[in-house]
C-alpha cells in the first residue's frame, strides 16, 4: 500500500515538473524559430534588393515606353512589357483611375504628391515596396506629366525568392503558435512606416486612416527598440535590424497565439489526471475483489465454526488448516484495512484533478465523453466510500434535475448511439440533491451500458419515476447487491443499482423491476404529496 502512495505522489510530483519543463522548452523553442524565421527574412530582403538593382534601368525603360504609348490599351502595353510589370495612370486629383493592378483602382497618390511632382524631365524610382494586398514585393517608376501621374510597378520576383517564402510558410505551419509574420520598413528620415504580412496576403490596400495608425505603432515600436532589442512578450516577438539599402530599417514581427501553449499543456494535465484516476480507479476494482472473496471466506469459516462435530471429529492436521487459515485471514484483513485508508486518502487527493478535468472538459471535445465516464465512475467510487451523515435537503423540481442530467450523458449517447425520450411532468420533491442526481446518473448509466437497443425512456408522471429500455435481467433480486454484475463483460464495480436502493431506503421510496417482453422498467416511487407549496 505504501509502495502505491508512493507511486501515485512520484507521478503526481513528476507530472508537475514534466509540464513546468514543457513551457521552458516552449519558450525556448519559440526563440529559436524566431530567430530562424528572422534569418529567411532577411535573407529574403537581401535576395529582393539584388532583384531591384539589376532591373532599375529596365523599370526606368519601361516607363517611358509607357509615356510614349499612351493612346493605346494599358493592357496591351502590359503584354508586351511582361507579367511582372503593372501600370497606373493618375488623373489630376493624383487618383489612380486606369490600372492593370486591381487592387490599386481609386487609391489616391496624394499623399506622395511633393515627391511625384518633382519627377517631370525624368522617371523616378521607388526603393523596394511591399504590397499588403499580395504580400509581394514592387519598385515603382513614376512621372508627372500634364497633371497626371504615370506609374510602372515592377513586382520582384526570383525563383531563390519564392524557395525562401515557402521556408518561411512552412516553418509558420511546423509552429502553430505562430499567428502572424510581418516586417515593418521604417523610413526614419521621412518618418515613414510601412507594414508588410510576409505570407498571408490582406487582399485589399490599406486605407489612408490604416496607413497612419501603422506610421503612429510603427515608430512607437521602432523607438522601443532603439532601446532595447530584441523586444520579447506574451502575444509577440520583435527585433530591428537595417535594410541592404543602409538608407532604411526593418522590423521583424512575429506574433504570438498564447492559446496554443495554454491548450497544448492542458491537454498535457488531462492526459496525466486521467492517467491517475486510472491507477486509483485499478486500485478501487482490486479492493472491490478482495473485500468480495473475503465476504466469501469469512462466510466459510463461520460455517466451519458453526459445524457441531467439529471439535469431537477434528484431527491434527485439520486444526493446522485451521490455524494457518485463520493466519491467512488476519493479514488479509488488515490488508484490506490498509487499503481501505488508503482508498478514502485517494479519494480527497484526487478531486482537485477532477475539479481541473471538470474545467477543461468543454474545450476539448474529442475527451469529453470519455472525461465523463470517468467522472461518473469517480463519484459513485465517492458516494461508496463516504458517509452520507451531513444532508443539504432542498425543495426541487425533479423533472428539472432529470433534463440537466439527460443533457450532461449528451456526448456519451452520442457515442453509444443511443437517445433518451423523456416525458416529464413538474413533480417537487424535498431531499438532499447530490443523493437525487447520483440515483438519477446510475440509472441512465446501466440503460446505456445494458440497454440492446438504440431508445431509452424517462417517465414522471405525479410521484413514479420510471426509466424503460431494451434488455433482460436473469436475477431481479441480486440485481441490487453490492458488487453483483450480471455481464462481467461490461465492465462496472457492480455498485451502481445497490446505491441506488441505498438512497431509496434513506428517502422511503419504492423500487418497482419488471421485466417482459424483452423490457426492463425501473420505478421509483415518491411517498407522499407534491412539494411544490403551489400544489
Known amino acids: ?46 535576395e529582393i ?23 493605346e490599351n494599358i493592357y496591351d502595353l502590359q503584354k508586351k512589357l511582361g507579367k511582372n510589370y503593372h501600370i497606373f495612370i493618375t488623373d489630376t486629383n493624383f487618383t489612380i483611375k486606369q490600372t492593370t493592378f486591381k487592387y490599386d483602382k481609386n487609391f489616391s497618390l496624394a499623399f506622395a504628391k511633393d515627391i511625384i511632382t518633382k519627377h517631370t524631365n525624368y522617371p523616378g524610382t521607388s526603393l523596394p515596396i511591399c504590397e499588403p494586398a499580395t504580400s509581394e ?48 520598413i521604417i523610413h526614419p528620415k521621412s518618418r515613414y512606416a510601412q507594414k508588410c504580412n510576409i505570407i498571408k496576403p490582406l487582399g485589399k490596400k490599406y486605407t489612408l486612416n490604416e496607413m497612419i495608425e501603422i506610421r503612429k505603432n510603427g515608430f512607437k515600436l521602432y523607438k522601443k527598440l532603439l532601446k532595447q532589442n530584441p523586444i ?39 492526459i496525466a ?19 468480495r472473496y473475503l465476504k466469501n471466506i469469512n462466510n ?32 488479509l484483513q488488515d490488508s484490506v484495512k490498509s487499503k481501505e485508508d488508503f482508498l478514502h486518502y ?16 468543454d474545450e476539448y471535445e474529442e475527451l469529453r465523453p470519455s472525461i465523463k465516464k470517468l467522472l461518473s465512475s469517480y463519484k459513485n467510487i465517492s458516494y461508496f466510500l463516504q458517509s452520507r451523515q451531513n444532508d443539504n435537503k432542498e425543495t426541487f423540481n425533479l423533472a428539472e434535475l432529470i433534463k440537466d442530467r439527460i443533457e450532461y450523458f449528451r456526448d456519451i449517447l452520442n457515442i453509444e448511439n443511443k437517445t433518451i425520450k423523456a416525458n416529464l411532468k413538474p413533480f417537487y420533491i424535498k431531499a438532499d440533491k447530490n443523493d437525487i442526481e447520483t440515483l438519477i446518473d446510475n440509472n441512465i448509466k446501466n440503460a446505456i451500458k445494458y440497454s440492446t437497443g438504440n431508445e431509452i425512456l424517462i417517465t414522471l408522471k405525479d410521484n413514479i419515476l420510471s426509466f424503460e429500455n431494451e434488455g433482460i435481467i436473469k436475477d431481479k433480486q441480486k440485481v441490487f447487491d453490492k458488487f453483483y454484475r450480471e455481464e462481467d463483460i461490461k465492465g462496472g464495480f ?34 407522499g404529496k407534491n412539494e411544490n407549496s403551489g400544489n
Open 1 to 46: 500500500m505504501f509502495l502505491i502512495l508512493i507511486f501515485s505522489i512520484t507521478a503526481v510530483t513528476l507530472t508537475s515538473l514534466y509540464i513546468n519543463s514543457q513551457e521552458k522548452l516552449f519558450e525556448t523553442q519559440k526563440e529559436l524559430v524566431f530567430y530562424k524565421l528572422y534569418n529567411l527574412s532577411y535573407n529574403l530582403i537581401e
Open 49 to 71: 534588393f539584388k532583384e531591384y538593382n539589376n532591373n532599375i534601368e529596365n523599370l526606368k525603360k519601361a516607363n517611358t515606353y509607357v509615356v510614349n504609348h499612351l493612346n
Open 137 to 184: 514585393f514592387f519598385m515603382y517608376s513614376d512621372r508627372f506629366i500634364n497633371n497626371r501621374v504615370i506609374q510602372v510597378g515592377y513586382i520582384i520576383l526570383s525563383p531563390k525568392i519564392k524557395a525562401l517564402k515557402e521556408e518561411i510558410k512552412k516553418l509558420k505551419e511546423k509552429n502553430p503558435f505562430i499567428k502572424n509574420i510581418s516586417l515593418i
Open 232 to 270: 520579447f512578450t506574451k502575444n509577440g516577438m520583435y527585433i530591428l535590424g537595417k535594410t541592404p539599402s543602409g538608407v532604411n530599417e526593418m522590423i521583424f514581427a512575429l506574433t504570438i497565439d498564447p492559446q496554443v501553449i495554454h491548450k497544448k499543456i492542458q491537454k498535457i494535465i488531462i
Open 273 to 291: 489526471f486521467s492517467f491517475l484516476i486510472a491507477v486509483t480507479v485499478l486500485l478501487i476494482t482490486l479492493f472491490i475483489y478482495i473485500n
Open 300 to 331: 466459510f469459516a463461520k460455517n466451519i465454526k458453526e459445524e457441531k462435530t467439529y471439535h469431537k471429529n477434528i484431527d491434527s492436521e485439520m486444526d493446522e488448516v485451521v490455524n494457518a487459515y485463520n493466519k491467512t485471514l488476519k493479514k
Open 346 to 361: 485517494a479519494a480527497h487527493e484526487l478531486a482537485t484533478p477532477i475539479n481541473i478535468l471538470t474545467l477543461y472538459m
Open 494 to 527: 457492480g455498485i451502481g443499482l445497490s446505491i441506488i436502493k441505498s438512497i431509496a431506503q434513506k428517502y422511503d421510496i419504492s423500487i418497482n423491476l419488471t421485466t417482459q417482453n424483452n423490457k426492463v422498467k425501473f420505478e421509483y416511487i415518491f411517498k
